[in-house]
């Protein structure tokens, strides 16, 4: 089984930062890519950034709405990612959620697993 699990959600005034970390673990041979998504009420799940991994590098993508405010990273060793939040907004707020395109050891196809969530909210 393949769990991923998302943690440094919480309350923050605007202007503030937080980080997210996602790990991952279980019977895993590689993830690519891996970020993160958010779903605010009443609207759909949307990309927030994602890292791939290739063999000539890393490139990451991000949201228009979070250039230059957020940034994506991820630890291939330790199966991990974060994402850095800076300069939050009211409308950063939904539930942020970890996603991982895994491929399972011996043998295992490729599969898109998420974590459960954690909470952002952006207010004063």
């Known amino acids: 089984q393949v769990q991923l699990v998302e943690s440094g959600g919480g309350l923050v005034q605007p202007g503030g930062s937080l980080r997210l970390s996602c790990a991952a673990s279980?019977?895993?041979?590689?993830?690519?890519?891996m970020g993160w998504y958010r779903q605010a009420p009443g609207r759909q799940r949307e990309l927030v950034a994602i890292?791939?991994?290739?063999?000539?590098?890393?490139?990451?993508n991000y949201a228009d709405s979070v250039k230059g405010r957020f940034t994506a990273s991820r630890d291939n060793a330790k199966n991990t990612a974060f994402l850095q939040m800076n300069s939050l907004k009211p409308e950063d707020t939904a539930v942020y959620y970890c996603y991982g395109n895994v491929k399972q050891r011996y043998g295992g196809s490729w599969s898109h697993y998420w974590g459960q969530g954690t909470q952002v909210t952006i207010s004063s």
């Open positions: 890292v791939t991994t290739s063999t000539t590098g890393t490139s990451t």
């Open positions: 279980g019977s895993i041979f590689s993830i690519n890519p």
